[in-house]
């Protein structure tokens, strides 16, 4: 997995590999193309790769289930690291001091009229 890739960016070229890996005639098979996918995870999908792999025992994989699990990692890896500001793009947030929308309290404009 290349450093910026997104995991359905990630995906969707392992796919793009067995489809053309079919269209020259090899037999593969979906299963191979999982595996291969989840090799070339970096290590913090290691946790949702383990999981994947016993869940495995119940059933055949395929690239679309693998790459619902696999974005549930990659949102909480950016919601880490982007934790404040998605909070806010998410989350309404409304002012206790003024009662407007927008912002909250620590950041009320008028506090800061006041402040100031
Ligand atoms: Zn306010």
Not at 20 to 32: A, N, P, V
Not at 60 to 85: H, N, P, W, Y
Not at 92 to 115: A, M, T
Request: aromatic share 8%.
């Amino acid at each position: 997995m290349k450093g910026n890739e997104t995991i359905p960016q990630y995906v969707a070229r392992g796919r793009a590999l067995y489809d053309k890996l079919l269209s020259i005639g090899h037999t593969i098979e979906e299963q191979e193309v999982v595996w291969s996918v989840l090799g070339g995870l970096p290590e913090w999908y290691m946790g949702m790769v383990t999981t994947i792999e016993a869940n495995a025992a119940n059933g055949e994989l395929d690239l679309d289930d693998i790459m619902a699990k696999l974005m549930i990692v990659e949102q909480r890896k950016s919601t880490k690291f982007g934790e404040v500001e998605a909070y806010y793009a998410k989350t309404p947030v409304k002012c206790y001091k003024c009662g407007e929308e927008g912002h909250i309290r620590c950041d009320c404009p008028q506090k800061i009229k006041h402040e100031l």
